[in-house]
């Protein structure tokens, strides 16, 4: 149940990570946002503190008014809680990074370029995590990576076909959790011509992703802490570090646009809320993920996300799918089955002659014996 809980969120991680471009912060109705992008994280962060609190406290509650011994485990040690401040700089640069790159790239390279924190995770779990993937599954993230990237490629350019028409007809559609305004720095004319700057950050954004995503679920089983007070350490923390990065955006400015809690929700629409509430919700699933899974169920739950975006694409837009994303479908769940699945499941072993072996030597020794 709980894979499948985190499969339904994680649907939405396409939508946040398409959010528009920008050349600044603030920017005109023509190529960027109307609203002060580094407020999203903060906003989010907000709100999954808020979430975290509350079951804490309810948590606490229940534990210390039941008569079982189970109670909610909570180390206040500095040393055990100075260890969450990595993960929340790390989610703070990547947030950034992610908007940065929008800024050189369109958005369709973007989330092609995203499926590289695919292999990344995969080997920072290797490398930092000590976990021993056998070469099938090796074999089974790379087809992972190939099928998302098949699939993508057109349901993407279909999706952006179909919110140019929104937003033409002028329809204030709530379906789509993305803004686009352009192609930034990037031609529109195709998919891979961007500036070199573009793919840098893209690649650096995957590797952030997987290093927060890997550093994450190591604190996360480091002990049998609550989920909930681990949360509210690393949003706490998260939270500091992105006022921080807006008080730094007044200086930079020169407070040009006032501070930055006066103008903390300009420009903001429905589409902006639900962003932060896809981007908090989320959020919440992928850290009760890592404590009771681990990242590479979380990498297959987010690729096949994809199944639900056809077929709501299917039932919502008369979207007719194409060979390419049937194709790319397929792949990912080979790509599953393979990964997850027995090992003498996948692979026909050759029969073995123990039983011959035996009437062998049993042969040979009643032949000595008659001798």
């Not at 993508?152 to 559609?173: A, G, K, R, W």
Request: aromatic share 14%; charged share 15%.
């Amino acid at each position: 149940m709980g894979k499948s809980l985190v499969l339904c969120g994680t649907t939405s991680q396409y939508s946040y990570q398409l959010p528009g471009n920008s050349n600044n912060s603030f920017s005109s109705d023509e190529g960027g946002y109307k609203y002060d992008y580094a407020t999203v994280p903060f906003l989010a962060e907000v709100l999954k503190l808020i979430i975290s609190s509350l079951f804490l406290w309810r948590e606490t509650k229940t534990s210390s008014s039941s008569s079982s011994s189970a109670t909610a485990k909570i180390t206040k040690d500095w040393k055990s809680v100075r260890l969450f401040v990595i993960p929340s700089i790390i989610y703070l640069i990547h947030n950034n990074v992610q908007f940065a790159t929008l800024t050189f790239v369109d958005t369709s390279t973007y989330q092609i370029m995203g499926n590289l924190k695919i292999v990344t995770t995969a080997l920072l779990f290797r490398l930092f995590l000590k976990r021993k993937l056998s070469n099938l599954q090796w074999m089974a993230i790379g087809l992972l990576a190939v099928g998302t990237t098949t699939s993508q490629v057109l349901l993407l350019l279909f999706s952006l076909l179909m919110l140019l028409n929104i937003i033409q007809n002028d329809f204030n559609f709530v379906f789509f959790l993305f803004q686009i305004k352009g192609c930034g720095e990037a031609s529109c004319d195709s998919l891979f011509t961007a500036p070199i700057q573009g793919y840098l950050l893209g690649i650096l954004s995957a590797a952030l992703s997987a290093l927060a995503g890997v550093y994450t679920e190591f604190l996360m089983k480091r002990n049998n802490d609550s989920l909930y007070w681990q949360n509210l350490q690393l949003y706490t923390f998260g939270s500091l570090f992105n006022v921080a990065r807006l008080i730094a955006d007044d200086f930079r400015l020169g407070f040009e646009k006032g501070l930055w809690w006066q103008r903390i929700f300009d420009g903001y629409s429905i589409t902006t809320w639900l962003v932060v509430l896809n981007l908090g919700s989320t959020g919440l699933l992928v850290s009760w993920l890592m404590k009771y899974a681990d990242n590479i169920v979380k990498v297959y739950s987010t690729s096949m996300a994809m199944l639900l975006t056809m077929v709501a694409s299917i039932y919502l837009f008369s979207f007719k799918p194409t060979v390419q994303l049937f194709l790319g479908i397929i792949i990912c769940i080979m790509s599953l089955h393979m990964y997850f699945a027995p090992p003498q499941t996948l692979v026909d072993l050759p029969v073995t002659h123990e039983a011959h072996h035996k009437t062998l030597k049993q042969v040979i020794v009643e032949e000595k014996t008659d001798s």
